[in-house]
């Protein structure tokens, strides 16, 4: 599927001068996939995911030279990583949080090597270690904006129709209709990539139903990797409760049963880092 951040990340791989690209957003947004679509345009796509190569871990413990690291990469890949032709991708970071410092050197000592990382929980990462401010470069990606799902939806003229709108001028009711009825499945179906492919090629509610559950036993694991035990009960609390509030003033008061905010507003900042919410 097309998504709007494609543009900006081949803009920034089109640029004489760049930094290593750190992309940030929650689990399932289609982080992966973007880079691998931006890999095809390079004469070679090298990807590191380090929760699922222990190996790649241990290449960062000794020091942070990208010229060490890169050749040892070569080793582990048994590919060549050139300088200008080759795009990097380090995914899952936040396994090992040394990549994200590495990220300064690669700048600093090998500028023309495209290098990007990812990571589902990076914020968390970012946090123990730091950034590497005037080094790098970010981008966030959230799942698919109402445009983007009609698009993947193939309706490209009303895409244009709201592209080319005078906003002082009332659009077509034709037009207006369709768009009500494509919000009332944008707001069932969501923006999560993988569902909205499944709507687009099945159009199976039930089927998108069932991966949405999915997602969602997805993200509550990951409670484990960011929050205490005694914390795991008021983010699943919170979990539940927040959807209930969606177009209101959110209330730790209406949040049922005997709950102080002391204890649910750190876990409120937990769910903020991690990309679950976003605070307005």
């Not at 095809?40 to 590191?48: M, Q, W």
Request: glycine share 4%; net charge neutral.
């Amino acid at each position: 599927m097309l998504r709007f951040i494609d543009s900006q990340l081949q803009e920034w791989a089109d640029q004489k001068e760049f930094k290593p690209l750190l992309l940030r957003g929650a689990r399932q947004v289609g982080k992966t996939y973007a880079v691998r679509e931006l890999g095809k345009k390079f004469d070679n796509f090298i990807e590191i995911n380090l929760e699922l190569n222990p190996k790649a871990r241990d290449i960062f413990v000794a020091d942070l030279y990208p010229q060490r690291i890169v050749q040892d990469l070569m080793y582990l890949t048994r590919q060549k990583i050139v300088p200008g032709k080759t795009l990097l991708f380090f995914d899952e970071i936040q396994i090992e949080p040394k990549v994200i410092q590495a990220l300064r050197y690669f700048y600093e000592m090998m500028p023309e090597l495209h290098v990007i990382a990812a990571g589902s929980l990076l914020d968390f990462a970012i946090e123990s270690v730091g950034i590497p401010v005037g080094r790098v470069e970010f981008l966030y990606m959230y799942p698919l904006s109402f445009l983007e799902f009609i698009y993947a939806l193939g309706e490209t003229m009303l895409l244009e129709a709201i592209k080319n709108h005078d906003v002082q001028e009332p659009l077509s009711t034709v037009a207006h209709d369709r768009l009500l009825a494509l919000i009332r499945e944008f707001l069932a179906i969501g923006g999560m990539p993988e569902v909205v492919h499944s709507w687009v090629l099945k159009k199976d509610a039930d089927h998108c139903f069932k991966i949405q559950q999915t997602l969602i036993s997805s993200y509550r694991q990951d409670f484990n990797k960011y929050a205490t035990r005694h914390q795991i009960k008021y983010l699943d609390i919170l979990f539940d409760s927040i959807p209930l509030q969606l177009g209101k003033k959110f209330k730790f008061s209406d949040i049922p049963g005997e709950f102080r905010k002391r204890e649910l507003a750190p876990c409120l900042d937990l769910l903020a880092t991690a990309g679950v919410i976003h605070k307005v």
